[in-house]
């Protein structure tokens, strides 16, 4: 590694390992600290007792990933997605996906002016900076993938005119676990696209509690204020590109992905695309955490909700009871952790 800047290495606990190049000031991670103080502060203030499901959120947002929030019915994941977006001052809009939403509803369609005598492009629900998709495993595959182009190229093509997506550009997507009525389950191109899924669960029982005189009397979404905007959150964003990965990482997490193509119990693998997301969403995790370097245990704490709903069990697996999640976990203690001399150690992953 040849770099201008002073490099060292940082060891955990556990015994990982990460080389670090000072590439992003004190102060821009200082700042950055700040703004996602005050934007899970406000998160905070309508989802209680979550603090994990929150940075996730935050992980991806600064990662200029898409967010996938999958779970029950009234547990809060159009709450959570609502929230993030209010505490930011940019473009929002919401998609309700129905079975009768039309492709053209989600990007748009080209209208024939009487008067100009020209076709006009009127853009749909997309063209934001924080696309709120509510259900979308409620709408036919063919509106899913209109969804497709946008979240991997940030454009809209329609008619053969492309169209560019402002950024900052995510969508947050909730959806209903795939066999409740009346839901189609997501292709896995639209799987991919997703940086991460999470799950926000029932909450504990003070929260819960709480939640009963906080939301019986008013709504606490509704006096939200925004607490950034969409040029601090392009900043903070550039601030997590300058995140150092060393090559051991860089090496441990193609490990992670190729074992996952190569497992009898997958019959689906993580693809490239997951390789990458994986890699941004730990820079921004590192970020979050107040370094600007990776070390493996941030690879380690973001592989589930990264990778897990990319990967298909075989049907053996799924007969034998084994799931996606604890197959994920047999891969990860089986890879060789990178040492802090560069080398590999088997060390157990941290669940």
Do not use: W
């Amino acid at each position: 590694m040849e770099h201008g800047d002073q490099r060292h290495t940082v060891t955990t606990g556990t015994g990982d390992a990460g080389g670090r190049v000072g590439t992003g000031s004190a102060g821009d991670l200082d700042t950055l600290a700040r703004v996602v103080g005050r934007i899970r502060d406000n998160i905070e203030r309508v989802i209680e007792g979550k603090p994990d499901v929150v940075n996730s959120a935050l992980v991806v947002l600064l990662a200029e990933g898409h967010l996938l929030i999958e779970d029950v019915p009234g547990v809060g994941k159009t709450m959570l997605s609502k929230a993030l977006a209010r505490s930011i001052d940019c473009s929002v809009r919401r998609i309700q996906f129905t079975p009768d939403l039309l492709p053209s509803d989600v990007t748009g369609v080209s209208v024939f002016n009487q008067n100009t005598r020209e076709f006009e492009f009127r853009p749909g629900g997309v063209f934001a900076n924080i696309v709120v998709g509510d259900e979308i495993n409620r709408a036919s595959p063919k509106t899913q993938s209109a969804l497709l182009e946008c979240m991997e190229e940030r454009q809209v093509t329609v008619d053969n005119n492309t169209y560019q997506l402002e950024t900052p550009f995510m969508v947050i997507a909730t959806q209903n676990p795939i066999e409740m009525e009346g839901t189609y389950a997501l292709p896995e191109a639209q799987r991919d696209r997703f940086m991460a899924r999470v799950s926000i669960g029932y909450p504990v029982e003070a929260a819960e509690i709480a939640m009963l005189d906080s939301h019986t009397f008013a709504r606490p979404l509704d006096d939200l204020e925004p607490v950034a905007d969409a040029g601090e959150i392009r900043k903070l964003a550039a601030v997590v590109g300058q995140v150092y990965v060393a090559p051991a990482v860089q090496q441990y997490v193609v490990s992670i992905t190729g074992a996952t193509r190569r497992s009898d119990d997958l019959v689906l693998g993580a693809s490239p695309r997951a390789t990458l997301h994986l890699v941004r969403a730990a820079k921004a995790h590192a970020a979050i955490e107040g370094r600007d370097y990776v070390l493996p245990d941030d690879i380690q704490r973001l592989a589930q909700p990264v990778l897990a709903h990319r990967l298909l069990p075989s049907v053996e697996a799924a007969m034998g009871g084994r799931t996606t999640p604890a197959i994920l976990d047999g891969i990860l203690a089986g890879v060789p952790v990178p040492s802090p001399q560069g080398g590999a150690a088997p060390v157990p992953h941290r669940a």
